[in-house]
């Protein structure tokens, strides 16, 4: 629940999200729900309380890293007084498409050992893999612009005076969010729409259409006194040969330059000047123009289209496997132009952690947000092999309660006992529950991609009311409300009451929490400790000898079914079954040690990690080594806790 509420911004201006600076045209742009909107704008970011799960280093420059939604994450910023100076969101784009991360199996370490001893190589042909659902970008355009417009006044909140905002986008809805950044930051604070050229080629497309090869990134700053750094494009070989055709020696060494005008009004003592400094070319019919040399010159000027960045590859050092990752030197033109150093950069959809590591590599502060655990256990992985200091943070806004929505989405109606769809009633409700004496209950569900309706609060207990129930069949006497987060359930319950006179529907309200805490089944781990031989006076080895991981081997067959049927329907013409070994080690990425503190409520600390790469190498510490991974981990401390987390993702922290 709710602590209180912060304000989005002291000077909110009334019906910006209703979209209507086109009512000129008499065709006035509106969308369902503006009205919930306005009114969650009046009403202010929801603030929960927050629990810190990890400080890596002594953090003594407020890095953070924040699992949330984007509103969760301001309301948070803004009551602490932390304000950001930069912004880079690389939102859902509205494509209608599911993300998911490829889930690699690592080599049971019994095997790769023997293969090591016998000096033999790693096959990669039989890694296994399978993917894994990350988030949802499924949005109508409605939902989609009034979620991404609540997100935008979030954010603007925290923005300091002299702060940007980049929100990198593409075609499939840029052009509405333009309309809506002009709204909430001002027409006046518009700076540039960057067309990013993706590729080289996008390949051939047929007849159908041109390849689409470019995305926008969108720019506004919070006032006219903002940063910004000149970038230089240096210049290519083909320039150079065509415009700097002369050469010259200097102490030994050519020189390249070319003539620029010099310019009517330059005075006889600047031409001096000029002529001293051996900056005056001389034409062949004797008249002057000036030197400008290649090795003194920066570049060509960055303009509004990037066609030198290309996207991550496959083969790429930087590449994490994380759907949608943006390029190092995208983020780093980007920070160097709109920030300066010990300035703080925030990303509130940050993904795979480039934005946060860019910044930590320039000397920023970062602030990187996301709601799917997978984005927080990359980033917090790339940024402690990168030397940084933070804080990890949780926010008790129900994301925690599931590691990403897009997989409690598929599974929550399985969850509720009785729910099945039914004809009948409209996409509103997600199914219903019949019942021998009530007879049908419709069950209404929050959307867990949509952090509006996480929360029931009177607007949307009064649209339930006033618009879903009158649309029922005749013959319903009771719904089912669930929810994530309610305001005061007194208040909504006294509320139901006194708009509820006009109809004999019961509203029954339920907990959700209830029904995802029963599904957080941690995994089972079976381990020796002992002292460690090699000659080590106080050295401590962890082997694990079981680790069973019970929702991921049902994903697994999962797997194995699915890819079985597509053999008999004769998609596949080839399949070999994911196996996992009794022990189930392969199914282990990460294991960390914490020799200070077995109190499961302190905030966890690694003094010792290792981390597995989909080849069964060890990571030690952040740093790649050679050494295939034996099932154990060594401290020079006896260790009083682990954390294990599975290749899923998953985590369970044991006492030792």
Known sequence: MAIKYIPYFPDTLEGQAVLDNFVRTQRVLRYRDNDRVINNIRRGMPLFEVSEQEQVGKDDRGNIIMRGECLSACAYLKNKGISVDLVYIDPPFASGADYAKKVYIRRNPRVAQAIKEAEAELDIAELKSFEEKMYGDIWSKEDYLNWMYENLMAIKSVMSGTASIYVHLDYHIGHYVKILMDEVFGEGNFLNDITWKRQT?????????????????????????????????????????????????????????????????????????????????????????????????????LDDVWTDINAVNSQAEE??????????????????????????????????????????????????????????????????????????????????????????????????????????????????????????????????????????????????????????????????????????????????????????????????KEILDEVVIEDEVEWTLTPAKDGCFDCWKVEITSFQSDSLLRKIEAVNQKRQQQILKGAKKDFTPIRISDEGLETIEWIGLDCGCADKNVPWHSDTEIKIDRLGYVILNGKKTDTLWDGSITSDRKPLRMKIRNICGDETVVAL
């Open 201 to 301: 080629s996008s390949g051939f497309k047929g007849k159908s259409s041109m390849g689409k090869n470019h995305d926008n990134i969108l720019v506004y700053s919070m006032t006219e006194d903002f940063v910004y750094n000149t970038e230089y494009i240096p210049y290519s070989n083909e320039y150079i040969e065509q415009r700097f055709t002369h050469k010259e020696l200097e102490d030994g060494n050519e020189r390249r330059f070319k003539d620029a005008f010099l310019g009517t009004a330059t005075s006889p003592s600047t031409i001096q000047a000029l002529k001293e400094s051996n900056k005056i070319y001389y034409t062949e019919n004797g008249g002057m123009r000036l030197k400008v040399y290649l090795d003194e010159t920066s570049g060509i000027p």
């Open 319 to 512: 590449r994490t496997d994380y759907a949608t990752q943006k390029p190092e030197a995208l983020l780093e033109r980007i920070i160097k132009a709109s920030s300066d150093e010990g300035m703080t950069v925030a990303d509130f959809f940050g993904g795979s952690g480039v934005t946060a590591a860019v910044a930590h590599r320039l000397g920023r502060r970062f602030i990187h947000n996301d709601i799917g655990i997978n984005s927080i256990q990359t980033t917090r992985d790339r940024l402690k092999a990168a030397g940084a200091e933070f804080k990890v943070l949780e926010i008790k806004d129900g994301v925690s309660l599931f590691r990403n929505p897009v997989q409690t989405m598929d599974r929550l109606k399985s969850l509720i006992k009785g729910l099945r769809d039914e004809a009948s009633i409209d996409s509103f409700w997600a199914g219903a529950i019949v019942d021998s004496q009530k007879g049908m209950m419709p069950v209404y569900l929050p959307n867990l991609m949509d952090s509006s309706t996480r929360i029931l609060d009177r607007t949307l207990m009064n649209r339930i009311i006033h618009e879903a129930l009158p649309d029922l069949p005749d013959d319903i006497r009771q719904v089912i409300v669930y929810y994530i987060d309610i305001t005061d359930k007194w208040d909504i319950e006294k509320f139901i009451k006194e708009q509820s006179t006009d109809t004999l529907i019961n509203i029954e309200l339920r907990d959700l």
